[in-house]
């Protein structure tokens, strides 16, 4: 009977295990490619993007969610919902499916364009200028989520 059980057990850890690599595989073929760039470092490399499209939103004076993307401890702390990135894993954490527009919420939000892969499609041309007059941040491109990958995949540091 023991015996019975424990093949069951493993059955659906293995049936489980498949289904977690293969979902993931799908979800690494959607993304953009990692950048073959070396050495990508939070300072040098990313915190420029994050600076220019996040920190309105993500920085020293406003924390949606409870997410500072202005410092490298910030962004390896995560948010109110945990970490947002794995570092070694690109294809795994929230940053990454948000800013691809892939996740519950499409980064940066829109109306100013949807993310590369967002499931929302505009009807109507996008504003370029919010409210306050600024210009409205825009989708990250392909080549910065690559490099945001890479970064991710490198260790994150």
Same mark, same amino acid.
């Given at each position: 009977?023991?015996?019975? /059980?424990?093949?069951?057990? $493993? %059955?659906?850890?293995?049936?489980? &295990? =498949? ?42 004076? /406003?924390?949606?969610?409870? $997410? %500072?993307?202005?410092?490298?401890? &910030? =962004? ?82």
């Amino acid at each position: 009977m023991i015996h019975r /059980k424990s093949i069951a057990a $493993l %059955r659906v850890a293995v049936i489980a &295990s =498949v289904g977690i690599a293969t979902t993931l595989f799908a979800l690494d073929y959607k993304l953009p490619p990692v950048s073959t760039q070396q050495d990508v470092t939070y300072a040098k490399d990313i915190r420029p993007i994050f600076q220019k499209n996040c920190f309105k939103c993500h920085g020293e004076n /406003k924390q949606q969610r409870h $997410l %500072r993307l202005d410092s490298l401890e &910030s =962004v390896l702390k995560g948010c109110e919902d945990g970490p947002v990135i794995f570092p070694g894993k690109s294809n795994q954490g929230d940053l990454i499916l948000e800013v691809t527009g892939m996740g519950d919420h499409d980064m940066p939000p829109w109306p100013s364009a949807p993310p590369l892969l967002s499931r929302e499609h505009p009807t109507t041309p996008p504003p370029t200028v919010g409210d306050d007059g600024n210009p409205l941040p825009k989708p990250l491109t392909a080549e910065q989520i690559g490099l945001i990958r890479a970064w991710v995949d490198q260790g994150a540091k």
